[in-house]
């Protein structure tokens, strides 16, 4: 959980922190060469991360291995159908936490 008024990248290396991957994707928000770096030498993975327009050296990234964020996407969409996930009505971690579960849930036994 992290403040509203915070950039997401700040939030990435805990977030990664401990984790086995072999490629990490996310959106354009996360596009820092410190951030690419990180993935690169601490985790020996991938950054399937799109360049951002301003860039002034523009970056490649596989293009195939990141359409793969739209099933996320599609899943946070229709998750977003709950009210109480959405807003985040619960004031505590462990309880937003579980009413996340509680949607995926629901999500895999349609």
Same mark, same amino acid.
């Given at each position: 959980?992290?403040?509203? *008024? #915070?950039? /997401?990248?700040?939030? #990435? ?6 984790? *086995?991957? /072999?490629?990490?994707?996310? =959106? @354009?928000? +996360? =596009?820092? /060469? ?5 993935? @690169?030498?601490?985790? *020996?993975? !991938?950054?399937?991360?799109?360049? $951002?327009?301003?860039? %002034?050296?523009?970056?490649? +990234? =596989? %293009?195939?291995? +990141?359409? *793969?964020?739209?099933?996320? !996407? $599609?899943?946070?969409?229709?998750? %977003?159908?709950?009210? $109480?996930?959405?807003?985040? +009505? !619960?004031?505590?971690? $462990? ?14 036994? %349609?």
């Amino acid at each position: 959980m992290s403040p509203g *008024q #915070a950039a /997401d990248v700040t939030n #990435a290396p805990p977030l990664i922190d401990g984790l *086995q991957f /072999d490629a990490l994707l996310a =959106d @354009k928000g +996360y =596009d820092a /060469d410190w951030l690419v770096d990180l993935v @690169k030498s601490a985790h *020996q993975a !991938e950054a399937v991360i799109p360049p $951002r327009k301003g860039r %002034k050296t523009s970056r490649d +990234y =596989d %293009k195939h291995t +990141y359409k *793969q964020r739209n099933l996320v !996407e $599609r899943f946070i969409g229709w998750a %977003k159908h709950f009210r $109480r996930a959405a807003t985040r +009505y !619960e004031k505590t971690a $462990r309880n937003f936490l579980a009413v996340w579960n509680f949607v995926a849930i629901i999500k895999l036994l %349609k």
